[in-house]
């Protein structure tokens, strides 16, 4: 044995153990691969002392593994798209009431069907077990707390759509990757509808498969830190894509023979997840979808594509209120969302938001983000002269779109 474990079985004094625990603990290369020279090490603060959902970010960052952030927090290539998504809320201005009789604010909705007390919706993600160990049961435990919040259910979450289901009261939309071979889309969404879905949301848009970010970093590192990218499908293993730039097999092939093809397999209503035109919002109601997602993967899909809310106004007229437009990516306050009511919106999706506050807190870290961002609404609601969601209308903005 060597002198350290030597020391550790004869010591008879507690103090003599634990400093040659620690000697042995300091020179493990387990240490040493959970340190990160990028973090600080401040005091992780009380929930309660956090007043924003901005807050909550440092925290999760904080308490994750690092690979498992960047895998959340970074943007596709130059992350254009990631900050034109924050930066288009500074575009438009909320035209303040002084005097309005605002004593109750009503926020309740219903969209295709399904009843909301807000009209703020959990946008889907994938993984959130890398999160929290309860991963997407308790991101719904949490919206379920938060006035019932609609929780979408990633098609890659961490667990299978049938045991979130099993445990939910509030309501469930399911997102659905499309796959180019159609019938192994069938069973997919027969567990979503069992599993009692209300809606499916197809992304139709291009998640990124490489954050140049992500590689940037490691490389100022030791080279400690296991490699962002993820592992390819077994079926992808070894084989080098069809396009050079990294862009995985089975992806850009999507085509509105599939979506008729589609359609009638779908007993509940269907969206289309990543519009960005009018032109497609218009091919979205000819082809029979019930509704649209305006949405660029929070910054993850095409780089030097617009804001959201720069384009919202544009979808929300070419579909002439036939079908309803909810919208995400970069949506983090309260006065985010009336904006993007009053620009034609029906509900608003919250992404990175809430991951934080799982994260950072677990289930009351949902709960919490989900009602600051719904108190923040009814306040700026207050303040514009709406005492109902009827009332909300693009004469409460001013934009000014660069």
Same mark, same amino acid.
């Given at each position: 044995m060597s002198q350290i474990e030597n020391r550790w079985c004869s010591s008879l004094t507690r103090r003599n153990a634990l400093r040659s625990l620690a000697g042995f603990l300091a020179g493990s290369p387990l240490l040493r691969g959970q340190q990160d020279p990028f973090r600080d090490h401040s005091r992780v603060p009380a929930m309660n002392e956090l007043l924003t959902v901005f807050d909550f970010e440092p925290v999760a960052y904080a308490k994750m593994a690092r690979e498992n952030y960047d895998y959340m927090g970074h943007g596709v290539e130059s992350e254009f798209t990631l900050r034109r998504n924050r930066q288009a809320f500074e575009w438009v201005e909320l035209v303040p009431r002084g005097v309005a009789n605002v004593s109750s604010i009503q926020t309740a909705t219903e969209i295709l069907g399904t009843k909301m007390n807000f009209p703020i919706v959990i946008s889907p993600s994938s993984t959130h077990q890398q999160l929290h160990p309860q991963g997407e049961l308790a991101t719904h435990q949490g919206a379920q707390a938060a006035s019932?919040? &609609?929780?979408?259910?990633?098609?890659?979450?961490?667990?299978?759509?049938? %045991?979130?289901?099993?445990? @939910?009261?509030?309501?469930?939309? #399911?997102? !659905?990757?499309?796959? +180019?071979? #159609?019938?192994?889309? !069938?069973?997919? &969404?027969?567990?979503?509808?069992?599993?009692?879905? *209300?809606?499916?949301?197809?992304?139709?848009?291009?998640?990124?498969? #490489?954050?140049? *970010?992500?590689? =940037?970093?490691? =490389?100022?590192t030791d080279g400690g830190s296991a490699s962002t990218r993820r592992p390819l499908p077994a079926r992808q293993a070894g084989r080098r894509p069809a396009n050079p730039y990294r862009v995985a097999d089975g992806r850009l092939w999507y085509n509105w023979g599939f979506v008729e093809k589609l359609r009638p397999v779908v007993k509940v209503p269907l969206l289309a997840k990543g519009i960005l035109t009018g032109e497609d919002a218009k091919l979205c109601v000819e082809h029979g979808l019930d509704g649209i997602l305006v949405s660029n993967h929070g910054g993850r899909s095409m780089d030097y594509g617009p804001a959201t809310l720069e384009v919202l106004s544009e979808v929300v007229d070419a579909v002439q209120g036939r079908i309803p437009v909810?919208?995400?990516?970069?949506?983090?306050?309260?006065?985010?969302?009336? %904006? @993007?009511? @009053?620009?034609?919106? %029906?509900?608003? /999706? !919250?992404?990175?938001?809430?991951?934080?506050?799982?994260?950072?807190? /677990?289930?009351?870290?949902?709960?919490?983000?989900? +009602?600051?961002?719904?108190? +923040? !609404?009814? &306040?700026?609601?207050?303040h514009t002269g709406c005492a109902n969601l009827s009332s909300i209308d693009r004469k409460l903005v001013r934009t000014d779109f660069s």
């Open positions: 019932n919040t &609609l929780m979408i259910v990633s098609n890659s979450s961490s667990y299978p759509i049938d %045991k979130i289901g099993a445990a @939910a009261t509030s309501p469930l939309w #399911f997102q !659905l990757y499309p796959r +180019e071979d #159609f019938d192994a889309n !069938l069973p997919i &969404l027969d567990a979503a509808q069992a599993a009692g879905c *209300r809606a499916v949301v197809m992304t139709v848009d291009q998640t990124a498969s #490489f954050y140049e *970010r992500d590689i =940037h970093d490691r =490389h100022l909810i919208v995400d990516s970069g949506f983090r306050r309260g006065t985010d969302v009336l %904006k @993007a009511l @009053a620009l034609g919106a %029906k509900a608003v /999706g !919250l992404g990175r938001a809430q991951r934080w506050g799982l994260a950072a807190y /677990g289930v009351p870290g949902v709960q919490r983000v989900l +009602e600051i961002v719904q108190a +923040e !609404l009814v &306040l700026a609601m207050a």
